[in-house]
């Protein structure tokens, strides 16, 4: 079967089990959003595509083709219905879609990291302003080098 187009998320996997007949586990599988199927999937991931430190770093596509091969592999084992789908898009569908919103989750984590991080600096840097200043000019020219340093460590921040 090879209407990969029309799959826009896991609730159209039933769409089409129930079209094309897939069988009683492919029903199972895919009622109810998929979430069984969804569940047996995020199991061959940890297993099978986070480094030492638990963490998926590497999107679908970056992943050596032995490493998709044999995650595709696993997921046939446990949903063998999948193989239906022509060139193994469906399973390769799946698996995608949980490495890469993983890695999207986690980068975004970082995202807020480094922010957090500019934050506790600003707060350090208003800190240091308020301890060393005793006259008005010395604390005015402070004040805008400290707020320039913030900007730009913020700016940094944001971007990268």
Known sequence: MSEKPNLRSNGDLFTLTTKYDLGEMALEDSFDKASRLWRKVKVIVTKTAVDSDGKISMRWRKLSLQSRSAM?????????????????????????????????????GN????????????????????????????????????????????????IS
């Open 111 to 158: 995202a807020k990291k480094k922010e957090k991080d500019a934050l506790e600096r600003l707060a350090l840097a208003k800190g240091e302003m308020q301890n060393t200043c005793s006259s008005s000019s010395k604390c005015s020219s402070l004040y805008h080098s400290t707020r320039l340093r913030v900007d730009y460590i913020y700016i940094i921040s944001a």
């Open 72 to 108: 595709v592999e696993a997921l046939y084992a446990v949903a063998p219905w999948l193989r239906y789908f022509e060139n193994d898009w469906g399973a390769e569908w799946l698996l995608s879609k949980a490495i890469n919103q993983r890695v999207t989750d986690a980068n975004r």
